[in-house]
């Protein structure tokens, strides 16, 4: 077997729209291609003892050992290598379900769709299921030590890749409450939301930490003289930067016991308690000194009473924890190395964060706290009594948390929430030493040792004891206070053709609003005025930019079929979808090889739309108006023909529509009747020259409408939208080269020359075409460019684009000319393969009043050797414009006003 091509889809996609993260593994049979697994002697056998755990797989049978079943009776080896990705990841840790396996078009080559948790573990669970499966067909085995190695790598991708425990909590809580979130690209940042209404996060400290409040918390002696001048109970203390004075520090604290600890540390790193004698004084003072970034320390005065971390979150207090240091118990015949072992076979304990509890690491000062309380790891512990291994009590180094919340005595709720307050953190963890929290804190010779930005919430959401807190909820309503929004309006609009201008004019019709409009084309991303980045932007990535501008308020997304069939949509839904039409093009590319299927890719936009947004499809498309089966939220339609059966049942039920009648873009609701705006005046629609143009202005109008933009401002967008070489290049731009004009379009599949010779077949000169074909296209696809060339123009001149595509130089010329020869053999054409001399012969040739079309490779090119020919007294900026007098003839009876 032979892994062709990995994938990695992160969003809604033409697999699952519910499932977005899913890894699609192009995988080759080779010679086992036909070979059903019960014709292949020992593999059920090896398999079900290799990975045991595959027998709770219930596959299409319904019931557990299902899957077996199928290996038994016979399935192919694709179907296999999709169950044992999954298994291997379930076997490290990360529940996955999700499979499909399905033929591609070519023979023996699969496509193994399966679920991911984390994107590296899935793709090497695709690697090592083909790893193993191959091994057992070559072998009859696969190594225990080779799947243990498996396993070990799949757990150390899954704890490397796993958010932090207090961002996943949020995380969490942001996916119930259907709150968007994504991984920023720099220091592990969360993104709540969409565009203008997003939040940030980094662990527990939000964009609305104020820096003064989180550079104070840092600063431990600062910290505690502001407390100190407010009033609040804090321990005595100095900072020292030198050794030598750590005797002065210790006499002006009270005298022992001490406790030392690093001016700007976290995580209890460098902190001693309960100092008792000077040896270990100076030893403190090192590890101290050594974890200050500043190599200062602070000597403090050591108060008796349980360790308590209290969360205060937007000025409430929502959780405490008391926290006791790692210890073990004893039993009465263990020792204390044992009881260690035992602990830490706990399914709760992990390395680092990646569990509710940490293991307890036995080292230099495990060893130290041992022999401060007279023990050592070969001690035999009577029953009951405690073993301390640390003198912190930080879950990080082992510790464990018992809830506390309900127990803390309302003075010291008034208290927390003032310090929090004072120091102006939004999020504060703040440290207390108190024998009973039940009591006030002045009463308990109490105090509070620290206030700690970004604390976490491992403690309360998980607490060893006592009730788990959603600390998490809180957060959430403090950056959403009382309903406010999270996400930014979307519209994302798909098809064969027509997507681009759909898209520019959508956004038009959005800004007449007032409001900032992001959106993506095929020609960059903008961001309100201005280009953001130029290119071919439709896919995952470039949506990603739009969602994640903070100044954006609504997102106008064009998504093609290559990003959707690589890596899936950048959103979990959008307000409206637009599919514009599905025509037979990019056939044979990425494994989708019938328009059907075609259809399908399209139709994630439609199956995309929110409960309670709206799908926009073309009524005059079956395979489009089919897609309403699949729509969650309402289904608008748009139509070029009044009396289309679909447009008619739909508004009967109340439905809205638009649809082309007498002339005007007209909306249509029931019983309701606006005609919008005439096609005269809509330059969009080139005069209503251009039927697939009023088509899609009709879908514009539609996707503003049902979003609840105000008629007036669709209107003014129709009004004052004017596509032009500089703003919609290579869509149905026009020249007047003064005794002749020239148009550039990009169509490159049959329905885009279709739709422009609609148009062209309403020009009263003579029509010569320029064209060509990409050279990926199939066969019958170039042969239909021609016949349809054919039937357009008066004379072709068939040329080639510059990159064949895998083709060979006069391959796809030979196609268009046996299409043309198919559909007119008495029509005059001629062959110049170079674009640029072909542009130039029928420029140089062109009759008075004729009409010169190219489908161009390079639009940029084709409209620069355009504009070199335009008369003197032309202005450049105001050609290319796709407008036509109000006077040319109108032939086809659709278009007729």
Known sequence: MRILKTLTLRGPNYWSIRRKKLIVMRLDLEEIAEIPSNEISGFYEALSETLPSLIEHHCSPGCRGGFLSRVREGTLMGHIVEHVALELQELAGMPVGFGRTRATGDRGVYNVVFEYIYEQAGRYAGRAAVRLCQSILDTGRYSPKELEQDLADLKD?????????????????????????????????????????????QATLSNQSGILAVELACDKEGTK??????????????????????????????????????????????????????????????????????????????????????????????????????????????????????????????????????????????????????????????????????????????????????????????????????IGLDIAGIDVVTEDITQPLPDTDGVIVEVNAAPGFRMHVAPSRGLPRNVAAPVLDMLYPDGAPNRIPIIALTGTNGKTTTTRLTAHIYRQTGKVVGYTSTDGVYIGDYLAQKGDNTGPQSAAMILQDPTVEVAVLESARGGILRAGLAFDRCDVGVVLNVAADHLGLGDINTIEQMAQVKGVIAETVSPDGYAVLNADDPLVAAMAEKVRGKVTYFSMQSDNPVVLEHIRRGGLAAVYDNGYLTLLEGEWKLQVEHVKHAPVTMGGMAPFMIANALAACLAAFAQGVDIEHIRQGLRTFKPSAAQTPGRMNLFDLGTHHALVDYAHNPAGYEAVGAFVKNWPGERIGVVGGPGDRRDEDLILLGRIAAAVFDRII????????????????????????????????????????????????????????????????????????????????????????SEAPVNSPSIAS
């Open 798 to 885: 068939v040329k080639e684009d510059d990159d064949k595509r895998g083709r060979h130089a006069g391959e796809v010329a030979d196609l268009i000319r046996q299409g043309i020869q198919e559909e007119n053999p008495n029509c005059q054409y001629e062959t110049i393969l170079d674009e640029q001399r072909a542009l130039n012969v029928a420029l140089d040739e062109a009759p008075q009043e004729a009409l010169v079309v190219i489908f161009p490779e390079s639009v940029t090119r084709a409209i620069a050797m355009i504009e070199q020919r335009l008369p003197s007294q032309t202005n450049p900026g105001l050609n290319g414009t796709a407008t036509v007098s």
């Open 157 to 201: 991708l899954c704890a490397s890749s796993a958010l932090g425990p207090s961002t996943e909590t949020i995380v969490k809580e942001a996916e119930s409450r259907g709150i968007p979130w994504s991984l920023l690209s720099a220091r592990s940042m969360i993104q709540l939301g969409y565009g203008l209404h997003q939040r940030r996060l």
């Open 225 to 422: 003289n502001i407390l100190a001048d407010a009033g609040v109970p804090v321990p005595r203390g100095t900072v020292i930067r030198y050794l030598d004075d750590l005797e002065d520090a210790i006499e002006d604290v009270g005298g022992y016991p001490i406790v030392i600890k690093p001016l700007d540390g976290n995580h209890g790193r460098g902190i001693t308690i309960d100092i008792k004698t000077w040896a270990d004084a100076e030893h403190a003072y090192d590890l101290a000194s050594e974890a200050s970034k500043t190599r200062s320390v602070i000597v403090e005065r050591y108060y008796k009473g349980s360790d308590h971390r209290v969360l205060v979150i937007n000025g409430k207090l929502v959780a405490v924890s008391e926290r006791v240091p790692a210890h073990v118990v004893g039993d009465g015949h263990s020792t204390i190395e044992t009881l260690i072992e035992e602990t830490n076979r706990d399914p709760n304990r992990g390395d680092g964060h990646d569990n509710v509890l940490t293991r307890i690491v036995i080292d230099q000062t495990a060893l130290k706290v041992l022999d401060r309380q007279g023990l050592s790891l070969d001690t035999v512990l009577q029953d009951g009594e405690i073993a301390y291994l640390r003198a912190t009590a930080n879950l990080s180094t082992g510790g464990i948390a018992v809830d506390r919340t309900d127990d803390i005595h309302p003075y010291n709720v008034w208290l927390f929430e003032r310090v929090a307050k004072i």
